[in-house]
């Protein structure tokens, strides 16, 4: 999306909606720093191993409860939701000052960052679902912000497709695992310990629980979504899709570790498909040239190898998965907003058209400068020490630690390379003329960039600090057991430090030749079959023709055939289940009935013989009534004059009302050509469905009936409603509640049938 | 094609069933009768109007479109549920007074709600068919 190319007036901002979207901003900021200074004020007491939880009872019946809990790993995110959140709340309004539904974007980002607390703090799998499941709604309207552009539309609707779908796999692992457990809590879980990797149910809940993370976290093969997800506006990105909430995945991850971890299913699958995501996406991040994307591809990269030491037992790995979670998200925001500046400021992202920014952006400048160099590793930024501890982790990497310290390294070259294409290049390369005459951003965009790269820098030459109050009690959580953490910039020199000096002078000589790279990949991309984006196509066309085959198949529009359909249903389970049920029984005596009721039987067999013999429609509507009569009647003399009265004023209204619709119909017997044979078969259906019916009603009637309820409203009718018609206080007073959906149903219909018609009057007057 | 015949006898009638309709209507609660069946009374009394007069006189005696029967009856059956609900019993509980000793309650008022569903909704139906040529 670009800034400069408005061309729907309807769609540039006017003075009052500047001024709710920058209102709507502040109050999102002033949430989240808030919030931020609230999770911060926790910190000590988190790191000294407490725990905070706050419950409220949700569906009590159920025992389900909505109970929050922040150990270590809760707060290091929270802490980067509410933190980053309050940059990107002062940028967005600035950003896109430009567009009049700024406000709209701003209330979801809100809505968005408040699911995104829920989900890393809930305590519930069934909480923690919801809130997942909130995150992608509101991650969809984000992406999908600029809705006038079918890309955006696309891509939106993939983002929540592939992570809705993985969610959804997700809660079916949930569900398995709290049956297993017999708890739902996430705590509790932590405290059962290893006992589920014997489970003959573990292997099915690790496998449905990893889909959903990886479809969150972008891990390959479900990795196409978020370089696709970059429609959305670049805060957004910068936000959603760097720090938060592709996070998920990976928070889930270190949750589960303690639950699930430490067998040899979760080492290998998290090892081989972290260590395949990162490297492939590295790669790719290298063949882009827009900024935005290659920053989209290092996050890949990034989700990737969290996964890699997530799959690790050994503390130091644990260490740098959750050091390299804090690293990356300081930087990669950082880029990210500064690619949003280079946007705003200069009209492109696209590498080839950018250089010699520096002159004009310093700030700008100096912030992507010290992210960038955070990123590719440099001492004395937190990066460096990051990157020390994953090559530390990757050694004590048990699986396979030699697949590990190779796509380390190689992702980290990458990493180097494209830090310098996104960080440096655009600043410091020869200068080229830019769309637009490139200027420094305001205060409100240049802010947050500053301060997260600041902190990279600072963190990195205080790392006790973070160390202390963030790392260790984050690692201890995902261990399930207190663990000491050293950070520091200086280690001695040592294999990871060997592999450090390795990694920059590859990264160097990657970036030297990154153009010709380039070239080389993206003919190889050109000669590639197929790529996964496609595969989702495919599957999503393969979706909707199975729709649509399925709908003709079932809705045929034609009456007679869903009649056919509905009785014959009807026949088969009813018929089949009393005899499975042994429920068919023959009356032992003759009823004893009087003569008058043979008369009314009589009367009601005439006209079912003459229905089906009439000749004209008329005398078969004539014919069915009769029936109905002979039936109202039979209701009067067994002392139902109720029943009888509304299945006699029922019958004369059908007769009318069928009347009037029949008589415009065409003649009888025109629309039914080649009834012969099909005339058989509604016989035998007919006759079947009376059998049936019959049946039924003599295994009904065959048992005592229970009085219970019959005396209880003979016993309270006049007493309780002053009524003396039971039927009646029935209908309108002990089940009132029946009637009122009763009469719901009657005017429903009734405007349904004023609905068809008026569309086919309209469908006449158009042709 | 008009029948003199249903006509007059339709003309004469119609009073007559509306009349009787009413009746159903207030003594169901004792004997045989109510809202749903005296609604349909009254459906059917203005369905043989329609036959044997027109759509468009029904629409005239009638005053109102059927559509807003239906859902003033609708609002009546559903408020009537709410009197004993606004003092925390359960919804649709009745309420009664007893001004001279005759029992008087929201099942009535319920009653009166079906009833014009009931009528609105045939109405409805019917002379939107009748209409459709």
């Known amino acids: 999306m670009t800034i400069v190319s408005i061309e729907r007036p309807d769609l540039v901002a006017s003075p009052h909606s500047r001024l709710t979207s920058r209102f709507a901003g502040w109050v999102g900021f002033f949430l989240a720093a808030g919030l931020t200074a609230f999770f911060a004020s926790k910190v000590p007491v988190v790191a000294a191993g407490e725990t905070l939880r706050w419950t409220v009872d949700w569906v009590p019946t159920l025992g389900y409860q909505l109970s929050f809990y922040v150990d270590g790993l809760s707060l290091l995110f929270a802490l980067l939701i509410s933190g980053i959140g309050a940059f990107i709340f002062l940028y967005t309004p600035v950003y896109l000052s430009a567009y009049r539904h700024a406000s709209r974007l701003v209330v979801v980002l809100i809505l968005f960052m408040i699911s995104m607390l829920g989900l890393v703090m809930a305590d519930d799998m069934i909480a923690l679902f919801v809130f997942w499941e909130l995150t992608t709604i509101t991650s969809y309207i984000l992406i999908g912000f600029d809705h006038d552009n079918a890309k955006a539309r696309r891509c939106a609707l993939q983002a929540l497709l592939v992570t809705g779908a993985g969610g959804l796999v997700m809660l079916a692992g949930f569900v398995l695992l709290g049956s297993a457990a017999g708890t739902f809590q996430l705590s509790e879980l932590k405290a059962q310990g290893f006992h589920l990797a014997e489970h003959a149910a573990y292997l099915p809940i690790l496998i449905l629980i990893l889909i959903g993370a990886f479809t969150k976290s972008a891990q390959i093969p479900f990795h196409f979504w978020l370089p696709n997800a970059m429609a959305a506006p670049t805060p957004i990105s910068a936000y959603l899709h760097s720090a938060t909430m592709v996070k998920g995945g990976v928070y889930l991850m270190a949750r589960m ?9 979760w080492a290998w699958i998290l090892t081989i498909i972290g260590a395949a995501t990162a490297v492939v996406a590295s790669v790719l991040a290298l063949r882009q040239t827009d900024l935005k994307l290659a920053l989209a591809y290092t996050t890949v990269m990034a989700l990737g190898t969290l996964t890699m030491f997530l799959g690790a037992e050994a503390g130091v790995a644990i260490a740098a998965a959750v050091t390299f979670l804090l690293v990356h998200a300081l930087y990669k925001c950082a880029l990210f ?7 705003h400021g200069t009209g492109t992202r696209d590498a080839p058209r950018l250089g010699g920014l520096a002159r004009a952006m310093p700030i700008t400048t100096a912030a992507a400068a010290a992210a960038a160099l955070s990123m590719a590793g440099f001492p004395p930024f937190l990066g460096f020490i990051g990157k020390e501890l994953k090559y530390e982790g990757a050694l004590a990497i048990a699986s396979e630690p030699g697949l590990a310290i190779t796509a380390a390294v190689a992702a980290n070259a990458m990493m180097v390379a494209v830090a310098a294409i996104v960080g440096l290049r655009p600043f410091f390369a020869r200068p080229v003329a830019t769309p637009k005459v490139p200027h420094e951003a305001p205060f409100r965009m240049w802010i947050g960039p500053v301060t997260l790269a600041a902190l990279g820098l600072f963190f990195g030459l205080v790392p006790p600090l973070v160390a202390n109050g963030l790392v260790q009690p984050a690692v201890a959580s995902v261990l399930g057991a207190p663990q000491v953490v050293k950070l520091a910039l200086w280690h001695g020199i040592n294999l990871p430090l060997l592999l450090s000096v390795v990694t920059l002078l590859l990264g160097v000589l990657v970036y030297v030749r ?5 070239d080389s990949l993206a003919a190889f991309e050109a000669r590639l079959p197929t790529d996964t984006d496609r595969v989702y196509d495919l599957s999503i066309d393969a ?11 079932i809705q045929s529009g034609v009456l007679r055939r869903y009649l056919f359909v509905v009785f014959a249903v009807v026949v088969l389970a009813v018929g089949g289940t009393l005899l499975m049920k042994d429920g068919l029984r023959l009356p032992q005596a003759w009823p004893d009935v009087p003569l008058p009721v043979w008369g009314m039987t009589a009367l009601v067999l005439a006209g079912a013989v003459l229905t089906v013999l009439a000749k004209s429609r008329l005398l078969a509507i004539c014919a069915l009534g009769s029936v109905g009569f002979g039936v109202a009647l039979i209701f009067l003399m067994y002392g139902a004059p109720d029943v009888a009265m509304t299945q006699l004023l029922v019958e004369i209204l059908f ?3 069928i009347a009037i619709v029949l008589l415009r119909l065409p003649r009888f017997g025109k629309r039914t050509a080649g009834l012969g044979a099909s005339r058989w078969q509604d016989g035998v259906l007919a006759v079947g469905t009376g059998l049936v019916t019959t049946a039924l009603m003599l295994a009904a009637t065959r048992g005592p009936i229970d009085r219970e309820i019959t005396a209880y409203f003979e016993a309270n009718s006049a007493t309780e409603a002053y009524g003396r018609n039971i ?3 029935i209908l309108v007073d002990f089940r009132a509640l029946d009637t009122l959906g009763e009469i719901l149903v009657v005017a429903v219909a009734a405007f349904a049938v004023v609905g068809l018609v008026k569309l086919r009057q309209r469908r006449w007057r158009a042709s | 094609m008009r029948s003199l015949i249903l006509s007059t006898a339709v003309h004469l009638l119609f009073g007559l069933m509306i009349l009787f309709s009413l009746f159903l209507l207030l003594r169901g609660h004792n004997l045989p009768g109510g809202g749903f069946v005296g609604g349909l009374v009254a459906a059917i009394a203005f369905t043989l109007f329609a036959i044997a007069d027109s759509a468009a006189a029904v629409r005239r005696v009638l005053r109102i479109d059927p559509r807003y029967l239906v859902v003033a009856g609708l609002a009546v059956a559903l408020l009537s549920g709410l009197f004993k609900a606004a003092a925390g019993m ?12 005759l029992p008087l309650g929201t099942p009535l008022l319920f009653d009166v709600g079906v009833y014009l569903t009931v009528v609105g909704s045939v109405l409805t139906l019917v002379l939107t068919m009748e209409e459709e040529r």
């Open chain 1, 543 to 553: 979706l909707k023709d199975l729709a649509a085959w399925q709908t003709r198949l």
């Open chain 1, 337 to 343: 907003l500064v690619v949003g500046i280079i946007d």
């Open chain 1, 727 to 729: 039927v009646n206080v």
């Open chain 1, 257 to 265: 570790h303690p639950v699930l971890g430490g067998t040899p299913e």
């Open chain 1, 655 to 657: 007769v009318i009302i």
């Open chain 1, 514 to 518: 990154h153009l010709q790279i380039r």
């Open chain 2, 90 to 101: 359960p919804y649709l509980t009745g309420a009664w007074v007893h001004p001279g000793g």
